[in-house]
């Protein structure tokens, strides 16, 4: 599986919040271990959207979308 590159308002987004070193630490596990307890992917609702999230930190999460066996980032935001 291949992750696509990130929107600018996303690369922004993590530049601002200083989530650079977090971004790629999590994006690393999930291509080398996408079942992994630490990324706590989980589908949200609704699931026939099928859009899911993975944590950055404590704080923010990533959501996304697969499509055609690439993942798409489509935000970064607050955990809530």
Not at 1 to 10: G, P, Q, R, T, V
Not at 42 to 51: A, D, G, H, I
């Given at each position: ?10 690369k ?6 200083q989530?650079t070193k977090?971004?790629?630490?999590a ?9 992994s307890f630490?990324?706590?992917i ?10 899911y999230?993975?944590r950055?930190?404590?704080?923010y999460?990533?959501?996304?979308r ?15």
């Open positions: 599986m291949k992750i696509k590159k990130l929107s600018a308002e996303n922004a987004f993590i530049k601002a919040h989530l977090e971004y790629k630490k994006k690393r596990l999930f291509l080398k271990q996408s079942n630490v990324l706590d989980k589908q949200l609702s609704p699931k026939e959207l099928r859009f999230c993975f950055l930190n404590k704080i999460q990533a959501i996304f697969i499509y055609d066996n690439e993942i798409e980032i489509l935000a970064i935001t607050k955990n809530l």
